[in-house]
């Protein structure tokens, strides 16, 4: 083994989990680190390469540059470089085959600003004052808690004086927004560097370095340990299935297919034009999962939200016969990314507790959010992309056409607690041409903001986590535009302040109603009390949560009425006698609804209807969800 080792903690453990593909830490070893000696270690991993060097601000860029030696047979070249120090910008020039490429260091902490390319020395600093935080989070999102997620793209949320903002500067208004809305979490689009802005961050390039648009490593620290200390998680976007073809990245990286497959029809992504990864190849493995935990490790993430899951799965996904590479069973499923996926959680829950893994995945792969010992991909929610489509979908038809659809709406129970799901009206619903979310409501004005009210409460009353897009809030009229802010003067308008009131108190009802949120997870904690009333276009359901000692659980009934018409003498079916008080009504003239509603509560009488010996008569508001919780 070379000496090159000597300085950077690079055991002989360390080189066989590495080439293994079990090292989770591999941050603290490759990249760039200060020398015990003075100046800077480097290391990068490039076994096809004949030679590497680095160069730089130190050097003036010029020349060959300072080589580096290969540790032993690890593929990885490493060497300490005097005049390198922190702040500087660097390279590796690598040769292969008579071809010399200058490529950024996929381990780098910190990049220059895009458009420019190079990698610059340093990982950042930061006093966290989130001890609490970081010994309670578990609880915070816990399958028996309330999780609500304010999903933001950092560099469109708010734009001081029309410029991007700063990861400091958007700590004060963003904690002060969340927290006045009543969110848990706030999940930001991936903040890792990317060259194209337009990509939101799916197109990443460095995998352990936050965008140096908003700031330095240091700036988005003290953005999570603000909020944070504000009693608000953190959740990153995070983008393993895919990376861009940029000449300076990872793509070719020492002259070889070296991160991705050499074969177009498994290493190429069509929807997205971009490079695959070879989850095979244990290296890839250590990488990823490395940057994986930094970001939770590193900069104290609460959890990520793994992009594209989807895509990783299925080796035919978006390829026609002929277009991709049946595995070794024959089957279209992608063996070694099932494997990794599995090995990510696994690595995740236990090198950073308290954590969440969520996936994105739109199929009907069984058992993602499942523990791997039984079988499972190991995750800890899954987004419920079936609930969103076809929720959607019901509400861009006009009322008179509902009663058609009422299983668009029934649909999700068959499958609702087969997974631990997440519930989103997400990015992706507001972009593409789709336009806003008040956008593609029926109706007139009035109509158009009594369906979104109708929507939003649909999604707090049913069971699982919520994650709402920013903006909606806002009920942003024009689609999201990642290049300006948010309408805020919208709010000096009174239906669209109705909305953001009802924002809050939405997520102030899930928050302190343990019926709303304790079961999220639980078939025991839902039942259907009205689900054929097609005609009426109507549904109705019982919220459960866990019993008390006693047999006792907190109880609530969820009304829907998808028509513009008011219903009176509504009578529904409970399952007891007593007081239902009306704790949240979406027609509230608050809100700007018209102001129907039930006085403040009913109370049950022993006539039975829908199998319950009880029932309650109800007036049911125009376009409206209403919640009543049981009083006794």
Same mark, same amino acid.
């Given at each position: 083994?070379?000496? =090159?080792?000597?300085?950077?903690?690079?055991?002989?453990?360390?080189?066989?989990?590495?080439?293994?593909?079990?090292?989770?830490?591999?941050?603290?070893?490759?990249?760039?680190?200060?020398?015990?000696?003075?100046?800077?270690?480097?290391?990068?991993?490039?076994?096809? #390469?004949?030679?590497?060097?680095?160069?730089?601000?130190?050097? %003036?860029?010029?020349?060959?540059?300072?080589?580096?030696?290969?540790?032993?047979?690890?593929?990885?070249?490493?060497?300490?470089?005097?005049?390198?120090?922190?702040?500087?910008?660097?390279?590796?020039?690598?040769?292969?085959?008579?071809?010399?490429? /200058?490529?950024?260091?996929?381990?780098?902490?910190?990049?220059?600003?895009?458009?420019?390319?190079?990698?610059?020395?340093?990982?950042? #600093?930061?006093?966290?004052?989130?001890?609490?935080?970081?010994?309670?989070?578990?609880?915070?999102? =816990?399958?028996?808690?309330?999780?609500?997620?304010?999903?933001?793209?950092? &560099?469109?949320?708010?734009?001081?004086?029309?410029?991007?903002?700063?990861?400091? *500067?958007?700590?004060?208004?963003?904690?002060?927004?969340?927290?006045?809305?009543?969110?848990?979490?706030?999940?930001?689009?991936?903040?890792?560097?990317?060259?194209?802005?337009?990509?939101?961050?799916?197109?990443?390039? $460095?995998?352990?370095?936050?965008? #140096?648009?908003?700031?330095?490593?240091?700036?988005?620290?003290?953005?999570?340990?603000?909020?944070?200390?504000?009693?608000?998680?953190?959740?990153?976007?995070?983008?393993?299935?895919?990376?861009?073809?940029?000449?300076?990245?990872?793509?070719?990286?020492?002259?070889?297919?070296?991160? *991705?497959?050499?074969?177009?029809?498994?290493?190429?992504?069509?929807?997205?034009?971009?490079?695959?990864?070879?989850?095979?190849?244990?290296?890839?493995?250590?990488?990823?999962?490395?940057?994986?935990?930094?970001?939770?490790?590193?900069?104290?993430?609460?959890?990520?939200?793994?992009?594209?899951?989807?895509?990783?799965?299925?080796?035919?996904?978006?390829?026609?016969?002929? /277009?991709?590479?049946?595995?070794?069973?024959?089957?279209? /499923?992608?063996?070694? =990314?099932?494997?990794?996926?599995?090995?990510?959680?696994?690595?995740?829950?236990?090198?950073?507790?308290?954590?969440?893994?969520?996936?994105?995945?739109?199929?009907?792969?069984?058992?993602?959010?499942?523990?791997?010992?039984?079988?499972?991909? %190991?995750? &800890?929610?899954?987004?419920?992309?079936?609930?969103?489509?076809?929720?959607?979908?019901?509400?861009?038809?006009?009322?008179?056409?509902?009663?058609?659809?009422?299983?668009?709406?029934?649909?999700?129970?068959?499958?609702?607690?087969?997974?631990?799901?997440?519930?989103?009206?997400?990015?992706?619903?507001?972009?593409?041409?789709?336009?806003?979310?008040?956008?593609?409501?029926?109706?007139?004005?009035?109509?158009?903001?009594?369906?979104?009210?109708?929507?939003?409460?649909?999604?707090?009353?049913?069971?699982?986590?919520?994650?709402?897009?920013?903006?909606?809030?806002?009920?942003?009229?024009?689609?999201?535009?990642?290049?300006? *802010?948010?309408?805020?003067?919208?709010?000096?308008?009174?239906?669209?302040? $109705?909305?953001?009131?009802?924002?809050?108190?939405?997520?102030?009802?899930?928050?302190?109603?343990?019926?709303?949120?304790?079961?999220?997870?639980?078939?025991? &904690?839902?039942?259907?009390?009205?689900?054929?009333?097609?005609?009426?276009?109507?549904?109705?359901?019982?919220?459960?949560?866990?019993?008390? /000692?006693?047999?006792?659980?907190?109880?609530?009934?969820?009304?829907?009425?998808?028509?513009?018409?008011?219903?009176?003498?509504?009578?529904?079916?409970?399952?007891?006698?007593?007081?239902?008080? *009306?704790?949240?009504?979406?027609?509230?003239?608050?809100?700007?609804?018209?102001?129907?509603?039930?006085?403040?509560?009913?109370?049950?009488?022993?006539?039975?209807?829908?199998?319950?010996?009880?029932?309650?008569?109800?007036?049911?508001?125009?376009?409206?969800?209403?919640?009543?919780?049981?009083?006794?």
């Amino acid at each position: 083994m070379s000496d =090159a080792t000597t300085d950077l903690g690079l055991g002989p453990d360390d080189l066989w989990q590495f080439n293994e593909g079990t090292h989770a830490r591999l941050f603290d070893h490759l990249g760039n680190h200060p020398a015990a000696g003075g100046g800077t270690r480097f290391a990068v991993w490039a076994p096809s #390469a004949e030679g590497v060097a680095v160069v730089g601000d130190f050097d %003036g860029w010029g020349g060959g540059g300072h080589e580096l030696a290969p540790c032993g047979s690890s593929g990885i070249w490493a060497g300490v470089v005097v005049g390198a120090a922190d702040g500087h910008r660097y390279k590796y020039r690598i040769r292969h085959h008579g071809s010399v490429l /200058e490529k950024a260091d996929p381990m780098a902490q910190r990049t220059e600003e895009p458009p420019a390319t190079a990698s610059v020395i340093g990982a950042g #600093a930061h006093e966290w004052g989130d001890r609490a935080w970081m010994a309670s989070r578990h609880d915070r999102h =816990a399958l028996d808690a309330p999780v609500s997620v304010y999903e933001v793209h950092l &560099g469109s949320w708010r734009r001081p004086d029309g410029r991007l903002p700063s990861y400091r *500067e958007i700590a004060e208004p963003l904690a002060r927004h969340v927290l006045d809305l009543g969110f848990t979490h706030v999940e930001f689009l991936p903040l890792m560097e990317h060259p194209f802005y337009g990509s939101w961050g799916y197109q990443t390039t $460095g995998y352990f370095a936050p965008t #140096a648009r908003y700031g330095t490593p240091s700036d988005l620290m003290f953005l999570v340990d603000h909020l944070h200390q504000r009693g608000i998680g953190v959740i990153f976007d995070w983008v393993p299935s895919h990376f861009p073809e940029d000449a300076f990245a990872l793509g070719r990286f020492d002259g070889t297919h070296l991160y *991705e497959h050499a074969d177009p029809r498994q290493g190429f992504h069509p929807d997205w034009k971009s490079l695959i990864f070879n989850y095979g190849r244990n290296e890839v493995r250590s990488f990823l999962i490395s940057s994986a935990v930094y970001w939770l490790d590193h900069f104290h993430g609460d959890g990520l939200r793994v992009d594209g899951v989807a895509s990783m799965l299925y080796l035919d996904y978006s390829r026609e016969a002929g /277009e991709w590479v049946p595995n070794e069973h024959g089957g279209r /499923e992608n063996l070694g =990314a099932i494997a990794f996926l599995r090995q990510l959680n696994e690595t995740v829950y236990r090198e950073c507790p308290g954590v969440q893994t969520i996936a994105e995945e739109s199929t009907a792969w069984p058992m993602v959010s499942r523990p791997t010992y039984l079988g499972g991909l %190991g995750f &800890g929610f899954k987004w419920d992309m079936g609930w969103m489509h076809d929720t959607l979908a019901y509400f861009q038809r006009d009322p008179i056409h509902r009663r058609w659809h009422q299983h668009d709406l029934t649909f999700r129970m068959v499958y609702a607690f087969t997974e631990n799901f997440e519930l989103p009206l997400s990015h992706d619903e507001v972009v593409h041409g789709k336009g806003s979310l008040l956008g593609r409501m029926p109706g007139d004005d009035w109509q158009r903001f009594a369906n979104l009210r109708l929507l939003l409460g649909t999604m707090f009353g049913q069971p699982g986590k919520k994650l709402l897009f920013m903006g909606t809030e806002l009920a942003q009229q024009r689609e999201w535009d990642h290049d300006s *802010e948010l309408d805020w003067w919208l709010l000096d308008q009174p239906a669209h302040a $109705g909305v953001q009131r009802l924002v809050a108190d939405l997520n102030a009802l899930y928050r302190d109603t343990p019926a709303l949120h304790e079961r999220d997870c639980d078939p025991d &904690g839902f039942q259907w009390l009205v689900a054929d009333a097609a005609e009426d276009s109507v549904l109705a359901y019982l919220r459960r949560g866990a019993p008390a /000692e006693d047999g006792s659980a907190d109880r609530v009934l969820v009304v829907a009425n998808h028509t513009p018409s008011p219903r009176t003498n509504y009578r529904i079916g409970v399952p007891c006698a007593g007081r239902w008080e *009306e704790v949240l009504n979406s027609d509230a003239e608050t809100y700007g609804g018209s102001g129907w509603g039930n006085f403040g509560g009913v109370d049950a009488t022993p006539v039975p209807a829908h199998g319950q010996p009880h029932s309650v008569n109800l007036t049911l508001p125009p376009l409206s969800v209403t919640f009543f919780r049981f009083a006794g």
